[in-house]
């Protein structure tokens, strides 16, 4: 049996056509100031969606998106590989190129749809087609409001299916007093799925003394 000293394998992250897309920015932001290394991938659907609600426009090609990224995250650090949103031909379509897992931030339900119905037309579906069938961290975290039973369906097909659903619910147990911390709070528990902490957060103790219900 062969033993590989190679260092960590990449994180997945493909950025689909849902509102919240500054969680995926947020996401990137702490991955790669964690120093790891990031596969990503930008749907033409969250292209679409950071042109409407911000104004940006996000280029496709990977030198440039990866240009564009950098600069919205303000962070040099870790490894960004860029996807187009339709290679088919990238490592990550392949079950015998090695990740450490890969999220979905958000998820539009398009991409939920095509994914539990094993339709692999983008490299997101793709690259989520081959950790299912590679058995291998999936997380996805829809974002609509409200879920239809299609949706339902769909995201417990997925769930049936080996896949981890983690919709980005906020919470106030942890006290957030900006939209910032919240926007912590929901990636960091996103990537907790995944198996990695990637930012120090106000988890849950115990409420304090004076707080606590009497007997
Ligand atoms: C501004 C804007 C916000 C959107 N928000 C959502 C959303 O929250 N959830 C969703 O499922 N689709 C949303 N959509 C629709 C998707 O972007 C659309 O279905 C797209 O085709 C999804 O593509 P993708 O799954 O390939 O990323 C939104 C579209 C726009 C323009």
Not at 28 to 37: G, P, T, V, Y
Request: charge should be neutral; aromatic fraction near 6%.
């Amino acid at each position: 049996m062969q033993v590989s000293n190679s260092p960590q394998p990449p994180v997945v992250l493909g950025v689909s056509g849902a509102s919240a897309q500054p969680l995926a920015q947020r996401a990137l932001q702490l991955l790669l100031a964690a120093d790891l290394e990031v596969e990503l991938i930008t749907s033409r659907g969250a292209i679409g969606v950071w042109q409407a609600e911000m104004g940006l426009r996000v280029p496709s090609e990977p030198a440039a998106q990866e240009d564009f990224w950098r600069q919205r995250t303000g962070c040099a650090g870790g490894r960004l590989r860029c996807h187009r949103w339709n290679d088919q031909a990238a490592a990550i379509a392949s079950g015998s190129f090695r990740t450490l897992g890969m999220v979905i931030l958000p998820a539009s339900m398009g991409t939920v749809g095509r994914i539990a119905s094993g339709v692999a037309l983008d490299l997101i579906e793709r690259a989520a087609d081959v950790h299912l069938k590679e058995a291998r961290p999936l997380v996805i975290a829809p974002r609509e409001l409200p879920w239809n039973l299609v949706h339902l369906r769909n995201l417990t097909r997925l769930a049936e299916a080996g896949a981890r659903i983690a919709p980005p619910v906020p919470a106030w147990y942890h006290q957030p007093q900006s939209i910032d911390e919240m926007v912590d709070f929901l990636v960091i528990r996103i990537f907790d799925v995944l198996g990695l902490d990637l930012a120090p957060l106000n988890r849950w103790q115990g409420p304090p003394p004076d707080r606590r219900l009497a007997p």
